[in-house]
Structure formats: C-alpha cells, structure tokens
C-alpha cells in the first residue's frame, strides 16, 4: 500500500525560503507522477508542481514556477518541494499526492493517494 509522510513544514518570515519532503513507501513508483498541492483555510486544493517519477519531467503552477522547484531522489524515494522567496498568500496546508497520472497533472481527482499534509505559514 503507497503511503506518504511529508515533512518540512513550519513558520517562516516572508522572502525567507523552506524545503518540503514527501517520503514515498508501498510502490516502487517508476510510471508515477507525483504532485505536490496546497489548500489555504477556506479555499479549494490548489496544485503547486508535479513530477515524473521515472524521468524527472516537472510541471509547475505558472504562478509559482519562479520560486517554487521540485525535485526526487529516485534511490531515497523521496520527493521534495523548495519553496523560496515565500510570501503570506503561500501560508497552506501543503500535501504531497502521487498516481499513475497521464494527464491533467494539475488535477487533485487524478491523484490516487495522498499524505497528511504538513502546515506552512508565512508571516508579514
């Protein structure tokens, strides 16, 4: 069974920078797509960036592509999100997602399985 643990979250002034990890277990995941996503208190779960797990193809929010990066480490089944620059409006929950996704990467529903999400929060 796939499960995920993301980690990395906490507090952090704006313009500074914070790094995610999502360790991925139960597959071996090389025809995954893997995603992270994010849901601000009162909004819908918002797709941040994806990546193939097999070739390292990324997909970014366009709105985010010029601080956000993600990244894998294919020996360490890890996937991580460094985040910089961050801002108040980033403040989320922050959730590392993964399936056999072929398209609409940017689409919470084509994701199969999810982690427990790790708060981020920006102060002013």
């Known amino acids: 069974q796939v499960q995920l643990a993301e980690s990395g979250g906490g507090l952090v002034q704006a313009g500074g920078s914070l790094r995610l990890s999502c360790a991925a277990s139960?597959?071996?995941?090389?025809?995954?797509?893997m995603g992270w996503f994010r849901q601000a208190p009162g909004k819908e779960r918002e797709f941040v960036a994806a990546?193939?797990?097999?070739?390292?193809?990324?997909y970014y929010a366009d709105s985010l592509r010029s601080r956000f990066t993600i990244s894998r480490d294919y020996a360490k089944n890890m996937v991580y999100l460094q985040m910089n620059s961050l801002k108040p409006e980033d403040t989320a929950v922050y959730y590392c997602a993964a399936g056999l996704v072929s398209s609409l990467y940017h689409e919470p529903g084509r994701y199969n399985y999810w982690g427990r999400g790790t708060q981020v929060t920006v102060s002013s």
């Open positions: 139960g597959d071996t995941f090389s025809d995954y797509r």
């Open positions: 990546i193939r797990w097999s070739v390292g193809f990324t």
